[in-house]
């Protein structure tokens, strides 16, 4: 675990399925696979969709697991670390 370099926040590093670092506010929270649209970090790397919902001792709903919120959709400076994908020459340039 270890700190975002600008909002402080706790985050864990997971590893995708892909080979790539994703960074990932922890702790890891209850979801429940296949409704919602949370976008959901599994510990394998795995990505799916869901919801993440909240348990308490009242609750009677059963999390599918538990996972990770990126940290890119919860970070305010986010803007500042996502690589800016750059358009090939050929389609910069006008047909006409």
């Known amino acids: 675990m270890s700190k975002c370099k ?6 864990k590093w997971v590893e995708t399925l892909t080979g790539k670092p ?5 702790p890891a929270k209850p979801y429940i696979a296949g409704i919602g649209t949370d976008i959901i970090v599994k510990e394998t790397g795995e990505v799916i969709s869901g919801a993440f919902v909240k348990i308490d001792n009242s609750s009677t709903v059963k999390p599918d697991g538990y996972g990770y919120m990126s940290h890119f959709a919860t ?3 986010a803007d ?3 690589r ?5 020459e050929d389609e910069q340039m006008s047909l006409f």
């Open 84 to 88: 800016k994908k750059d358009k090939p």
């Open 6 to 11: 600008t909002c402080g926040r706790s985050i």
């Open 75 to 77: 970070c305010p400076e």
């Open 80 to 82: 500042q670390f996502r």
């Open 22 to 26: 994703m960074p990932c506010d922890y």
